[in-house]
Nanobody, 113 residues
Framework: QVQLVESGGGLVQPGGPLRLSCTVS???????MAWYRQAPGEQRELVAR???????NYSDSVKGRFTISRDNVKGEGFLQMDSLKPEDTALYYC????????WGQGTPVTVSQ
């Protein structure tokens, strides 16, 4: 069974950056990967996705500030988050976009003074 481990979250001031990492226990070759987030009291939402050919797509709320990438050889995904806002505060997850694996624990991001 594939296991997902997200890391890199933390407390950051508004306007600051964070880089999240996602380690997949299996291969990500041929896998359409995505990052999601869930704020307290809210439903999980799609933030960004990246195809096997590295075509990317972003939600309107993060477009121009977040960058998704992948390392197929290492089986890792990344989410570079810049110009963070308090409304980006959430638990962040990665997963297979088309056929989701069991969800990992996520990594918490808090944007606050």
């Amino acid at each position: 069974q594939v296991q997902l481990v997200e890391s890199g979250g933390g407390l950051v001031q508004p306007g600051g950056p964070l880089r999240l990492s996602c380690t997949v226990s299996g291969t990500i070759f041929g896998i359409y990967m995505a990052w999601y987030r869930q704020a307290p009291g809210e439903q999980r939402e799609l933030v960004a996705r990246i195809t096997t050919g590295n075509t990317t797509n972003y939600s309107d709320s993060v477009k121009g500030r977040f960058t998704i990438s992948r390392d197929n050889v290492k089986g890792e995904g990344f989410l570079q988050m810049d110009s963070l806002k308090p409304e980006d505060t959430a638990l962040y997850y990665c997963n297979n976009y088309r056929n989701p694996w069991p969800w990992g624990q996520g990594t918490p991001v808090t944007v606050s003074q």
